[in-house]
Nanobody
Framework: ARVKESGGGLVRNGGSLRLACEAYGFRAELSAIAWFRQAPGKEREAISCIDSPGNTYYADSVQGRFSITRDNDASTVYLQMNSLEPDDAGTYYC????????????????????WGQGTQVTVSS
């Protein structure tokens, strides 16, 4: 089983991008899938998550600008990113777990055991 990201690229300040995370070897709707971001010189941080029942979680920094959705037929989770800012730039990683977690543990990296290789997002100012 694995996950694979796609959709990164270069966008202007204020622009939009949609990232995709496709699950292989398991059904996305039976898992929690999250997006993490790592900027150069910074620690990797949790951005958003959608769990198996469809609950969604967002970091404060992206609330209202980013939206996470899931296409069960395609076993793919999407991260729609609007009003992008230079601080949103970095490598975006998709991560998945088939285990349930509780409360705010959605943002904890050690909850996830399938990780993608990352996709780069660059925001020009």
């Amino acid at each position: 089983a694995r996950v694979k990201e796609s959709g990164g690229g270069l966008v202007r300040n204020g622009g939009s991008l949609r990232l995709a995370c496709e699950a292989y070897g398991f059904r996305a709707e039976l898992s929690a899938i999250a997006w993490f971001r790592q900027a150069p010189g910074k620690e990797r941080e949790a951005i958003s998550c959608i769990d198996s029942p469809g609950n969604t979680y967002y970091a404060d920094s992206v609330q209202g600008r980013f939206s996470i959705t899931r296409d069960n037929d395609a076993s793919t989770v999407y991260l729609q990113m609007n009003s992008l800012e230079p601080d949103d730039a970095g490598t975006y990683y998709c991560a998945a777990t088939l285990l349930r977690f509780h409360g705010d543990r959605w943002s904890k990296q050690d909850e996830y055991y399938y990780w993608g290789q990352g996709t780069q997002v660059t925001v020009s100012s």
